[in-house]
């Protein structure tokens, strides 16, 4: 449907700014941060500021901050915004590619986690071998 290839789902923040500029080239529904389609998310923008505006839009964020599930001020933004978040887990740092191989491998994952979890807000962790709903602290 012409309507669904035109509907943006998914938001990568400067955390994974090539996973996100990978992912926007290979999916019709995916930008990232400093992409002309969400012109309120310049490169730069602080966590604070892009993600009360990424919810508003009803997009799901991917990234790999992990202390954003920690820091109180923006736990509470994202719960107050109603913001869901994929976060690319693990020990190490990857490389673009490795990131990439991961969220492709768990992408059936990702959509059913969209299609029936609802509305946020809501965390998961997506690794090499899983994905995983961790708590908001």
């Known amino acids: 449907m012409v309507a ?3 509907r ?3 938001y990568v923040d400067e955390s994974a700014l090539g ?3 990978a992912l926007t080239a290979a999916r019709f ?3 990232h941060v400093g992409h002309p389609l969400i012109p309120e998310c310049p490169y730069g923008t602080l966590d ?3 993600m009360p505006a990424v919810a508003a839009r009803g997009l799901i964020a991917i990234g790999r901050d992990r202390r954003m599930r920690t820091r109180p001020a923006e736990v509470h933004l994202i719960r107050e ?3 869901r978040v994929f976060r690319i887990g693990g020990k190490r740092d990857e490389t673009t590619w490795g990131w990439l191989t991961w969220m492709v491998r768990r992408w059936d994952d990702i959509e059913e986690i969209v299609d029936t979890r ?3 807000p809501w965390w998961y962790v ?3 071998r899983s994905v995983r709903e961790l708590p908001l602290a």
């Open 19 to 21: 996973l996100g500029k």
């Open 4 to 6: 669904d290839r035109e």
């Open 118 to 120: 609802g509305p946020g």
């Open 48 to 50: 604070p500021d892009w």
């Open 81 to 83: 915004s109603g913001l």
């Open 29 to 31: 529904d995916t930008v």
């Open 126 to 128: 997506i690794t090499e």
């Open 8 to 10: 943006l789902r998914f």
